[in-house]
């Protein structure tokens, strides 16, 4: 059925932290490995190695850049994958019932088999978090790694998706939306996390982080000062006797 | 959006010849026989050309009848079912009245309401997307609805398809004069789609890769839109006045009715091309489209 739960149990998603994200893309390359080797059909690439190569991602990586408050540029890097909205447009609209919300943890899937490949789902979307798959004829999105998160066969800190295993910054988060005891939603509560696009009435669940203002970047700035005013031993002394030479 | 051929023609083809079942059904003319069949096997020709053309913007055709099970949200769906419904009954219309000369009005009536419920329908599919403001409107099921009204009374070149045309011109203008703000209007903006404050000029800096992908070629279509205001009175020349004047001041024939149809088929599809050409996508904003260029 192509409506959606009035409700779900759980709400699974994503809370990505734009202050810390360095803009490396390892979350978009660990997520094309694992989706394109794993669930349903492969992440297909054109022309891979040519003049104009193309192909289907689940998550992409897009950098801004913004006027500071004091004035300097300042640069965002900008992961986007799906959002699994409560009020997901792209699965009222699927004439197949492809496209499912699951009531059990919100998430949003597509059933590959039942997919004609329309690309209504792809134009509902206001966030492009679904590309039709060239070589496969269906689309394709983000499924939270649903072979990972429930899956006993894997180590339980690989029990989480790919992008988020992968970040070597910590910039990604994973975890129940709907539990406001939740680490994410403690993360969202205390660095006001917010929507993308909330005009849009699509009550995406995954949240962003927004970019620390300058004079709350406090976190490395004492590892920047001197160690010690002076130092001792041996080097001390060869600093001070070739001082006074 | 981009202007796929095969969805142009689907839309224009099914829009004239669901027009046509509707004057047909509703007694458009006093024709019988092979006349009244031919005529009738004209509509569902336009109707199956345009259904199998939209067939072949599919990825996987050959599953299309599940796309007839989930009409309780979907209008793509509900369109699949009105048009197999209109089909059905306009041949149970069309055999009785060309062979067995039974003008059923019932039948008829019948045919009528279906063929404009599923315009309807089609045109639901665009006014749904709060993703595109140019179709998320009113205007849109208004001007798809006239379109075929106005298409389908021309080959019968009746007194009233002149009146029709011209009012489908007019809320085509209409139309227009709103699409072309409605992207403003709609308040999604680089600033909301990104959370960065728009008194920060958000900009994008780096797209997320060099070459092109899906929802660029999809959704972040721009060509064709410098010339969009010649073409946009090219189609109305072509599909209203041109066909408005040859009724108005031509003694009625079958080649008058041929010449205007064909003036007015030709015009619909340049307007259905800008339809889908200048209608722009909220997802453009990431990737640079509608902000600040640097």
């Given at each position: 059925?192509?409506?959606?739960?009035?409700?779900?149990?759980?709400?699974?998603?994503?809370?990505?932290?734009?202050?810390?994200?360095?803009?490396?893309?390892?979350?978009?390359?660990?997520?094309?490995?694992?989706?394109?080797?794993?669930?349903?059909?492969?992440?297909?690439?054109?022309?891979?190695?040519?003049?104009?190569?193309?192909?289907?991602?689940?998550?992409?990586?897009?950098?801004?850049?913004?006027?500071?408050?004091?004035?300097?540029?300042?640069?965002?890097?900008?992961?986007?994958?799906?959002?699994?909205?409560?009020?997901?447009?792209?699965?009222?609209?699927?004439?197949?019932?492809?496209?499912?919300?699951?009531?059990?943890?919100?998430?949003?899937?597509?059933?590959?088999?039942?997919?004609?490949?329309?690309?209504?789902?792809?134009?509902?979307?206001?966030?492009?978090?679904?590309?039709?798959?060239?070589?496969?004829?269906?689309?394709?999105?983000?499924?939270?790694?649903?072979?990972?998160?429930?899956?006993?066969?894997?180590?339980?800190?690989?029990?989480?998706?790919?992008c988020v295993r992968t970040c070597p910054t910590g910039a990604r988060h994973f975890g129940?939306?709907?539990?406001?005891?939740?680490?994410?939603?403690?993360?969202?509560?205390?660095?006001?996390?917010?929507?993308?696009?909330?005009?849009?009435?699509?009550?995406?669940?995954?949240?962003?982080?927004?970019?620390?203002?300058?004079?709350?970047?406090?976190?490395?700035?004492?590892?920047?000062?001197?160690?010690?005013?002076?130092?001792?031993?041996?080097?001390?002394?060869?600093?001070?006797?070739?001082?006074?030479? | 959006?981009?202007?796929?051929?095969?969805?142009?023609?689907?839309?224009?083809?099914?829009?004239?010849?669901?027009?046509?079942?509707?004057?047909?059904?509703?007694?458009?003319?006093?024709?019988?026989g092979p006349e009244a069949l031919t005529l009738c096997a004209i509509a569902i020709a336009?109707?199956?050309?345009?259904?199998?053309?939209?067939?072949?913007?599919?990825?996987?055709?050959?599953?299309?009848?599940?796309?007839?099970?989930?009409?309780?949200?979907?209008?793509?769906?509900?369109?699949?079912?009105?048009?197999?419904?209109?089909?059905?009954?306009?041949?149970?219309?069309?055999?009785?009245?060309?062979?067995?000369?039974?003008?059923?009005?019932?039948?008829?009536?019948?045919?009528?309401?279906?063929?404009?419920?599923?315009?309807?329908?089609?045109?639901?599919?665009?006014?749904?997307?709060?993703?595109?403001?140019?179709?998320?409107?009113?205007?849109?099921?208004?001007?798809?609805?006239?379109?075929?009204?106005?298409?389908?009374?021309?080959?019968?070149?009746?007194h009233l398809a002149p009146w029709l045309l011209l009012l489908l011109g007019t809320g085509?203008?209409?139309?227009?004069?709103?699409?072309?703000?409605?992207?403003?209007?709609?308040?999604?903006?680089?600033?909301?789609?990104?959370?960065?404050?728009?008194?920060?000029?958000?900009?994008?800096?780096?797209?997320?890769?060099?070459?092109?992908?899906?929802?660029?070629?999809?959704?972040?279509?721009?060509?064709?839109?410098?010339?969009?205001?010649?073409?946009?009175?090219?189609?109305?020349?072509?599909?209203?006045?041109?066909?408005?004047?040859?009724?108005?001041?031509?003694?009625?024939?079958?080649?008058?009715?041929?010449?205007?149809?064909?003036?007015?088929?030709?015009?619909?599809?340049?307007?259905?091309?800008?339809?889908?050409?200048?209608?722009?996508?909220?997802?453009?904003?990431?990737?640079?489209?509608?902000?600040?260029?640097?």
């Amino acid at each position: 059925m192509t409506s959606l739960p009035a409700t779900t149990e759980r709400s699974l998603g994503l809370v990505i932290d734009l202050d810390t994200c360095v803009g490396c893309h390892a979350c978009v390359t660990a997520c094309k490995e694992w989706n394109t080797s794993a669930y349903g059909a492969p992440l297909s690439d054109d022309d891979p190695y040519g003049a104009a190569p193309s192909g289907t991602f689940l998550n992409r990586v897009h950098t801004f850049e913004y006027t500071g408050e004091d004035g300097t540029p300042k640069v965002v890097h900008f992961p986007k994958s799906c959002l699994h909205c409560a009020d997901a447009p792209c699965v009222t609209v699927c004439p197949t019932g492809a496209s499912l919300k699951r009531v059990e943890d919100g998430i949003v899937l597509v059933n590959e088999d039942d997919c004609i490949g329309c690309g209504l789902c792809a134009w509902a979307c206001p966030y492009g978090a679904r590309e039709m798959d060239q070589a496969a004829g269906i689309m394709k999105k983000c499924t939270l790694c649903v072979d990972r998160i429930d899956n006993r066969n894997l180590p339980e800190q690989d029990r989480i998706p790919a992008c988020v295993r992968t970040c070597p910054t910590g910039a990604r988060h994973f975890g129940d939306l709907a539990d406001p005891e939740s680490s994410v939603s403690q993360l969202v509560e205390k660095r006001n996390g917010f929507d993308l696009m909330p005009e849009q009435g699509t009550a995406p669940v995954n949240k962003y982080l927004p970019p620390r203002r300058n004079e709350e970047i406090s976190i490395l700035a004492p590892l920047l000062d001197p160690v010690t005013d002076g130092a001792g031993g041996f080097l001390g002394w060869l600093d001070r006797a070739l001082n006074r030479l | 959006m981009h202007p796929a051929p095969s969805i142009i023609i689907f839309t224009v083809l099914s829009g004239l010849g669901f027009g046509m079942m509707t004057w047909l059904g509703l007694g458009a003319t006093a024709t019988e026989g092979p006349e009244a069949l031919t005529l009738c096997a004209i509509a569902i020709a336009l109707v199956a050309a345009g259904l199998l053309s939209s067939l072949f913007h599919l990825g996987h055709p050959e599953r299309f009848l599940k796309a007839l099970t989930q009409w309780r949200s979907s209008w793509l769906s509900r369109e699949g079912i009105a048009s197999i419904a209109t089909i059905a009954t306009f041949m149970l219309f069309s055999g009785l009245w060309g062979v067995f000369s039974i003008r059923s009005a019932a039948l008829g009536t019948l045919t009528a309401l279906l063929a404009l419920t599923t315009v309807f329908c089609t045109a639901m599919i665009y006014a749904q997307m709060k993703t595109v403001p140019r179709w998320h409107s009113p205007l849109t099921p208004v001007t798809f609805l006239l379109a075929a009204v106005a298409g389908g009374a021309v080959p019968f070149a009746k007194h009233l398809a002149p009146w029709l045309l011209l009012l489908l011109g007019t809320g085509l203008v209409i139309d227009a004069l709103r699409g072309h703000l409605a992207f403003q209007r709609s308040g999604t903006t680089l600033a909301s789609a990104t959370g960065l404050a728009p008194g920060r000029r958000p900009r994008l800096l780096a797209p997320p890769h060099t070459g092109s992908n899906y929802l660029m070629r999809e959704m972040v279509y721009t060509a064709g839109r410098t010339n969009a205001p010649l073409l946009f009175g090219a189609g109305l020349v072509l599909a209203v006045l041109i066909p408005a004047l040859v009724l108005l001041s031509l003694q009625t024939g079958p080649a008058v009715a041929i010449f205007a149809t064909v003036s007015h088929t030709a015009g619909v599809i340049v307007l259905r091309y800008l339809f889908f050409a200048q209608a722009e996508h909220v997802v453009g904003l990431y990737y640079g489209r509608h902000g600040e260029k640097i």
